[in-house]
């Protein structure tokens, strides 16, 4: 008994101790490889990154700059979320052929739909440039000179590196800008849509479900990576054939369990995980606050319009999704922050810091830093709310207030130089085709109505009655003639009346202000970083998400989300038909999936007790970015496809506890379950490699078993 408790510790310890960061794919020898192989991998840090050989990296791609993709077949399959092809899914349906209702699938070649615009992007190779982006800069330059030089130097470096002519590169701070990395990249840009379920199970659950469990979405989509007769990236043609790729995954079809290691693969966006407390204090109690309710006023008119009309419901999906799930979030990440007391725990960890700064001597140096914080966010706090608010108004909820920003934006571009008509005319037609697309004027309007006063400022119903905004013929005639002629134009319409001066003090003042403020906090955290890692060299830092590959790394793990309440890690197609609800927008279900439930025709993709599993839950450490990340093995298959974090845990953005943080994934089961059974595509698993690590090889066989290279 004693024994059992003393493990039960010790297992609960270690879980605590070596799990949160997202790691650099290239820097994972040492310390990573130890803390993956003691979580159960069976993988070397080669395996995962190698510039000379094939390796897991080179299946992971970038999916349009936003989400995370895997190649899962020799002949360029992709998969990602539901979620993440959903604007391509949008772009493609119809009222006739609704593929968010009823899903698509290409049963060849010639029936995947090609995606203007769409793009995936891999890492060649990842190299560490921190002296040459670093040379000269002291501490005696403003934070001007310090930014314009390591710009210097960083194009520098970017412009001497030597590339294929198809390759690309780029660099990208690291820590708060004491690191600096440069990447070498193929982008390919003949991206094509090759299936996806309906939403009634590629989003089942919605917004109800979303950033929850027990979760039982099956968050997938099929694409297929196109490339020139070379195999090279190149724009779209009829002539490409599908890549194929360095690497691809392995799908296993025996699953993980409670414990299993996982490791998640992907481009984390942002994260700010050394904030001081007072910056959490501020976000949660303060920022965030002011933002869900913005969101909140948009989604009343909204969701009520979607329920009405089914050509609203089209229309304004993407929409939708977009200002729901951060919305979800902040509130998430309130409760998050509150319930673990991460602020009384962020200050207390910095009476440890202030302690080992004179301990180390340097509080003459840095012993600065923490007051200033105080101080600067007292003056920083309201810009940065009001600051936002406008973005949320003008940028993310209301469109004709977007519109008359795009108009301004191009105004002030004519003024500066009446040259650049045509790339002006162009560029706000691109804004104005790309929003009227998908536009209802009466939901516009309501959500003007509701989100403006929220910002501060009277409004004018009327405006939407006399604007040539709302209609694109009308709104392409405002570009007619010269430069002047087409600012006339713009100025004497009743919107763009209406907004100007509110987008002028946003320019003029408060972004102005927010801008000064802001660059003295980010030298001030800069300086911060720096600190901590010489005060503190012994604690575990990973660098803050930058939109660049990573890997993170944990086990399947339940959760308590409050007291007495236990979540098991694995959700199964039971759950689907409990939550069912006949005619539901949020948790209907297809005919046919009831009926393959009903007959248990699961084919080989149930787990060793007879249930198809849906979900599953781990403690890697992942933000958004993340979504579509393969989740793999211990040996390097692909067994889940990450899409989502637990409610709770949203707050790991700012404040990783492995008690509570959890990432959500589709179990791969699930969707080859989707695709075979339910969808009929069989040829797309005959394509992918099928494996059983668990049944063939036992522990010992591993290297036999190992991802295909
Ligand atoms: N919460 C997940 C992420 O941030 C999934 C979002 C998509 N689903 C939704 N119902 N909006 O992206
Ligand atoms: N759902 C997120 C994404 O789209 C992932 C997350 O925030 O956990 O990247």
Known sequence: MRLIKLLCFFVVFQVSAQQGGMWIPS?????????????????????????????????????????????????????????????????????????????????????????????????????????????????????????????????????????????????????????????????????????????SIGKFGSDTDNWVFPRHTGDFSMFRIYADKNNRPAKYSKDNVPYKPKHYLPVSLDGVEEGDFTMVFGFPGRTNEYLPAVAIEHITKEYNPTNIEIREAALKVIDANMKASDEVRIKYASKQARIANAWKKWIGENLGIEKSDAVAKRREFETTFKKALKENGLEAKYGHILPEFDKLYKEFGPINIKRRNFVEVFLVTSELMQMTFRAYQVEQALLANPESLERAKASLKGSFEGILKNFDANVDKGVYLNVMPLYGKPVDASIYDKTAFTDLDSALKLLEGDAETVIKNLNDDAAYAYAKPIIDEFFNTIDAEFQQKNEVISALQTEYMTALMKALPNERYFPDANSTLRVTYGQVRGYS??????????????????????GDYEFDVPQ??????????????????????????????????????????????????????????????????????????????????????????????????????????????????????
């Open 561 to 582: 989300p409050r007291d007495a309440v236990y979540y098991n890690p694995v959700t199964y197609l039971e759950g689907v038909v409990e939550k069912y609800v006949p």
């Open 27 to 199: 820097l994972l020898e040492g310390m990573n490889e130890d803390e993956m192989q003691n979580l159960g991998s069976k993988l070397t840090a080669k395996d995962i990154y190698d510039v000379n050989n094939s390796s897991l990296k080179d299946a992971i791609g970038h999916f349009n700059g936003g989400c995370t993709s895997e190649v899962i077949s020799d002949k360029g399959l992709v998969l990602t979320n539901h979620h993440c092809g959903f604007s391509q899914i949008q772009s493609h349906s119809s009222l006739e052929n609704d593929y968010i209702k009823n899903g698509f699938w290409a049963m060849s070649l010639e029936e995947e739909l090609p995606n203007e615009g769409l793009f995936i992007e891999f890492i060649v190779s990842i190299h560490d440039v921190t002296d040459t982006v670093l040379n000269g800069v002291n501490d005696t330059m403003t934070e001007k000179e310090k930014q314009s030089l390591i710009t210097r130097n960083s194009n520098a470096a970017m412009a001497s590196w030597s590339k294929e002519n198809w390759q690309d590169v780029k660099t990208k701070s690291f820590y708060e800008g004491n690191q600096y990395f440069l990447f070498v990249t193929e982008r390919f840009e003949d991206i094509r849509l090759v299936g996806a379920p309906p939403s």
């Open 592 to 709: 046919k999936l009831l009926d393959l439930y009903n007959t248990k025709d699961y084919g080989p993709y149930a787990d060793k007790n007879g249930k198809v599993p849906v979900c599953f839950l781990g403690t890697n450490h992942t933000t958004g970015g993340n979504s579509g990340s393969p989740a793999i093995d211990a040996e390097g298959n692909l067994v889940g496809l990450n899409f989502d974090r637990v409610w709770e845990g949203t707050m790991s953005d700012m404040n990783y506890d492995p008690e509570i943080c959890r990432n959500i994934m589709v179990d791969l089961r699930y969707v080859l379950f989707i695709v075979d059974k339910y969808a009929g595509a069989k040829h797309l698993i005959d394509e992918m490699t099928l494996v059983h690590p668990k049944k063939a090889s036992g522990k010992k066989n591993k290297k036999k078993k190992k991802a295909k290279k």
